[in-house]
């Protein structure tokens, strides 16, 4: 395959991707390549070929387009290599669509102050057209600027935190979808017509995100957009409970469905309160045995391990071995993301810092589950004291989100649960 390539050099490029490979390739190289799917190694001419520039270790995936062939490991290069050559439109140009989006944040009279992004809500308000939340989606970056207070903030620093890759929270999402749609198909089986033409299963991130602390994209002029109908998926459980003054069914309770985090009661803008994903989850399904195997206490002095001893030391190398890695290398009964300290707090994907000398933060790139992330600011004076009243200093805060372009709506996402 080398013998193909019509230059042999390779390039080193840094991006808002990591680090990527890029090697110029002939035609009728794409029917040569090797490697089966994302992140998978290679072997062979290619290995040979790459492990001086990727520091001895075995090459990752390769995505072959037209005239490149892109060798990546980061996150957002793993989605590229999902999705492969880029769609176009039928006139051969890639659907326009507005991936950079300001905010803007109401610092509070506390330490740290907190918001959330709804990514796909707001894409979807800029944009005109529904783009559907049950995506993970790679943010490129996160652009802020320090607002000069030098008499009393020194540094300032923007966390920006999501529900996390793992595959308890893809599981839970794919769950809690079907089962949604199970509970809405008791009415649509008969009546398919009363489902709304943008109907679509919709969450927050945790029980802490409220309307009144959700972030809505600005203009220009620090306006906010006019906002459409976006409602957040309800799950309404079976009533089997009669009033007895009149022997009526009481009302069903009516739960705001949450991505992670524990569940919620009454909570303000719900009607009974919010039910999280992971968590129920977490209580529906059988897990692992704390031990296993389950060995028996006697068993290094048993009749068979003494009868076939060739020397002193079986009965001790049989406790050693029944004691070694029969447990699992996590906590049996914590989910990340569930509703046990510490998996209902989001996983910090990125954070950035900016300071008198340094005015411009940014936030490097990360993936987002369901487009939702969860916003901090945080804010230390000259002396490195942390600033108790945000709003003191803050009359507002505004961020730049950056959300990597791709082949899918133009933007670089897929499926949860994929």
């Given amino acids: 395959m080398l013998d193909e390539l019509e230059n042999r050099s390779i390039h080193l490029e840094n991006d808002a991707f990591g680090r990527i490979f890029i090697i110029p390739t ?58 492969g050559r880029s769609r176009r439109s039928r006139s051969g140009v890639k659907d326009p669509l507005q991936t950079s989006l300001r905010f803007e944040l109401a610092p509070v009279a506390v330490p740290q102050s907190t918001n959330y992004i709804d990514s796909f809500r707001e894409l979807s308000k800029v944009n005109r057209k529904l783009l559907r939340q049950g995506q993970t989606l790679a943010v490129e970056s996160i652009e802020f600027a320090y607002v000069a207070n030098p008499s009393n903030v020194s540094v300032v620093q923007v966390k920006a935190s999501t529900a ?130 389950n060995v028996p206490a006697a068993m290094s002095s048993s009749f068979f391990n003494l009868l076939t001893d060739s020397g002193s030391q079986e009965p001790e190398l049989a406790d050693i071995i029944e004691d070694e890695n029969d447990k699992p290398p996590y906590d049996v009964d914590d989910y990340v993301g569930g509703a046990t300290s510490p998996g209902d707090v989001p996983f910090v994907q990125s954070f950035g810092v900016a300071s008198v000398g340094h005015p411009k933060g940014i936030l490097p790139g990360f993936l987002a589950e369901c487009g939702l992330i969860k916003i901090q600011i945080e804010a230390w004076n000259a002396t490195g004291e942390p600033v108790a009243d945000l709003s003191s200093v803050f009359a507002d805060f505004k961020i730049k989100v950056n959300y990597a372009r791709g082949a899918n709506k133009g933007l670089l996402m897929t499926g949860m649960g994929q």
Wanted: proline share 4%.
């Fill in 26 to 83: 002939a035609s009728g190289c794409r029917r040569q390549r090797r490697g089966d799917g994302p992140l998978e190694g290679a072997s062979g001419e290619w290995d040979d070929a790459l492990r001086s520039g990727w520091g001895g270790e075995t090459m990752p995936a390769v995505v072959e387009w037209t005239n490149i062939t892109v060798i990546t490991t980061s996150p957002m290069g793993y989605l590229m290599a999902k999705k």
């Fill in 164 to 293: 996390g890759n793992t595959w308890t929270v893809h599981n839970s999402w794919t769950k809690g979808f079907a089962l949604w749609k199970q509970m809405q198909n008791l009415v649509l089986e008969d009546n398919p017509s009363v489902a709304g033409k943008w109907r679509d299963f919709k969450i927050q991130l945790e029980k802490g995100q409220t309307s009144g602390n959700t972030l809505e994209t600005i203009d220009g002029a620090s306006f906010a957009f006019q906002t459409g109908d976006w409602e957040y998926s309800m799950f309404v459980m079976p009533q089997h409970d009669v009033n007895p003054a009149d022997g009526l069914p009481l009302d069903a309770l009516q739960y705001t469905a949450t991505l992670i985090g524990d569940d919620s009661n009454a909570a303000v803008g719900v009607i009974d309160g919010k039910r999280s994903l992971v968590k129920a989850y977490a209580d529906s399904r059988a897990t692992v045995q704390d031990i296993d195997p």
